[in-house]
């Protein structure tokens, strides 16, 4: 049963790139600030640039706790926010 629980990574994988509008907020939970793990890594900001530029949200999956999850990430004021 072990080599079934999938491992916690740090990482969330993107899975789909939807319009912003097509996510109903009633199926979001939960919301947290998403930040870089080095002050200023470009990728960050670019990503959240982009997204915020083409009006996309990103569909994820991370694992966390040996439980996976589906997110959306959006961009939110001058970071990102996980859904």
Not at 3 to 9: D, G, H, N, V
Not at 37 to 52: P, R
């Amino acid at each position: 049963i072990k080599a079934l629980k999938p491992q916690t990574t740090d990482t969330i994988a993107i899975v789909e790139f939807v319009n912003a509008n097509q996510i109903e907020p009633i199926y979001l939970e939960h919301h947290y600030y998403l930040a870089p793990e080095k002050k200023g890594e470009k990728s960050y900001f670019l990503f959240q640039s982009a997204l915020e530029k083409s009006g996309m949200g990103a569909i994820g999956v991370f694992v966390m706790r040996e439980k996976q999850y589906v997110c959306v990430i959006n961009p939110y004021e001058n970071g990102m926010l996980l859904s």
